[in-house]
């Protein structure tokens, strides 16, 4: 199977701060990487798919973006609205997995 | 507007048998793969199964391998999980996802609750 290390486990940021979320994959995805938004008590929602496409109506602030298999979400211009936990996920090959989650507080 | 409305969850003793469905609205539902995916509860996401557009094959992990069982029914716009045998660990939330782009879930419902308990 393949291993997604993400991290931090958690951080806090100011309103208008730039943050990144990154992820290692244990292998090569070919950019088959996603990325979704979890609001408390919500449901995930689609953020990035294939590292860097962003989903219709999400706002540009959020972009992906790959080293080899290292895979990064930045935020920019942190708004309140942000605050959630933020999971990757590889889409490359089964079973598909997802990374532990990145918490992520607006001071 | 795209809508995955689940139903099913409750208590169910180990060992049990439990049935969740999904209705979905807002799109052609046979055009699309389907999944499942779950939340144990304060814990991550683990995908738990997937099905074709015409529900000619179906994906599990080793997790779940030959107790659940994915199915759909493009009449009636409904997704289904069998889930067999369960076991505490299979306490989670478990969410109905539209796959579009090969498992990418662009579309969510709110989760259904299963607690197996004794």
């Known amino acids: 199977d393949i291993q997604m290390t993400q991290s931090p486990a958690s951080l806090s940021a100011s309103l208008g701060e730039t943050v990144t979320i990154e992820c290692l994959a244990s292998?090569?995805?070919?950019?088959?990487l996603a990325w979704y938004q979890q609001k408390p008590g919500k449901s995930p929602q689609l953020l990035i798919y294939?590292?860097?496409s962003l989903q219709d109506g999400v706002p540009s602030r959020f972009s992906g973006s790959e080293s080899g298999t290292q895979y990064s979400l930045e935020i920019n211009s942190l708004q309140s609205e942000d605050a959630a936990t933020y999971f990757c996920?590889?889409?490359?090959?089964?079973?598909?997995?997802f990374g532990s989650g990145t918490k992520l507080e607006i001071k | 507007e795209v809508q995955l409305v689940e139903t099913g969850g409750g208590l169910v003793q180990p060992g049990r048998s439990l049935k969740l469905s999904c209705v979905a609205s807002?799109?052609?539902?046979?055009?699309?793969?389907m999944s499942w995916t779950r939340q144990a509860p304060g814990k991550g996401l683990e995908w738990v199964a997937s099905?074709?557009?015409?529900?000619?094959?179906?994906y599990y992990p080793d997790s779940v391998k030959g107790r659940f069982t994915i199915s759909r029914d493009n009449a009636q716009n409904t997704l289904y999980l069998q889930m067999n045998s369960l076991r505490s660990e299979d306490t989670a939330t478990y969410y109905c996802?539209?796959?579009?782009?090969?498992?990418?879930?662009?579309?969510w419902g709110q989760g259904a609750s299963v607690t197996v308990s004794s």
């Open positions: 099905i074709t557009n015409s529900g000619g094959s179906t």
């Open positions: 996802t539209r796959d579009d782009n090969w498992g990418v879930m662009d579309a």
């Open positions: 996920q590889q889409h490359h090959d089964y079973p598909f997995t």
């Open positions: 294939d590292a860097s």
């Open positions: 292998e090569d995805i070919y950019s088959n």
């Open positions: 807002g799109f052609t539902f046979n055009n699309y793969w």
